[in-house]
């Protein structure tokens, strides 16, 4: 079994709809990612919790908000979506007692927005 | 905003061949992450590194860390077909106030061809 689960894998949808990608995790990590990545660019992140009660922007959070629902559970949303937010979005957790915070990444949601 | 910079962006080379992957940054890193994402999947930690200097093996990859902690590589002998992949190195930054961020690099897609 992953250890963190992404859903939905795929999805397809028109401008202007709303959209939720949810993450799951059974790390036990208290720390939880949403990264999102175009070819050429790596991997730019879009929000980050360091824990239930803590949430914080990244570098590319316009048009995004997110919710961390229990230390397991972190959904990303894209309140009406646009063409330019297709791209591989990417959930991460990682711990806090380890000192180079390695990520441990889901397997993706390939977003298109038409 | 900190930069990390991959070279080459697009590698493709004959299996047995050696290569040498390159990322370079004008920032100091506490710590330098390397990981490999195949098609489909999430990317995985192979290595960090966190000393300047600091070299490290995984089978027949050899990572290095810059003396000044600005730069790292990755030199594959003898390349396989199973060593095709994404490859991305992440900057740690912990600033003197106990923020950390991680930076991701452009990423180096490699092609082994049997």
């Known amino acids: 079994d992953a250890d963190v689960t992404q859903t939905p894998r795929n999805r397809i949808t028109k401008t202007g709809k709303r959209i939720m990608l949810e993450c799951s995790q059974t790390?036990?990590?208290?720390?939880m990612y949403w990264y999102r990545q175009d070819p050429g660019l790596g991997l730019r992140l879009i929000y980050y919790s360091f824990d239930v009660k803590d949430i914080n922007k990244g570098e590319i959070s316009d048009g995004y908000s997110v919710s961390r629902q229990a230390q397991a559970k972190f959904s990303l949303s894209l309140e009406s979506a646009i063409p330019n937010q297709t791209a591989l979005y990417f959930c991460a957790t990682s711990d806090s007692r380890t000192e180079t915070q390695p990520q441990h990444f889901g397997d993706g949601t390939r977003l298109s927005i038409l | 905003t900190q930069l990390l910079e991959q070279s080459p962006q697009f590698l493709s080379i004959q299996e047995g061949e050696n290569l040498t992957v390159y990322c370079n940054s004008s920032s100091v890193f506490s710590s330098l992450q390397w990981y490999r994402q195949e098609p489909g999947e999430g990317p995985v930690l192979l290595v960090t590194?966190?000393?300047?200097?600091e070299v490290k093996k995984l089978k027949r990859l050899t990572f290095q860390f810059g003396d000044a902690r600005k730069d790292s590589s990755l030199h594959i002998t003898a390349a396989q077909p199973g060593d095709t992949g994404l490859y991305l190195c992440a900057g740690l930054v912990i600033s003197n106030f106990g923020n950390e961020k991680l930076t991701f690099g452009t990423g180096t897609r490699l092609t082994i061809i049997p």
């Open positions: 590194v966190v000393t300047g200097g």
């Open positions: 790390k036990g990590h208290d720390r």
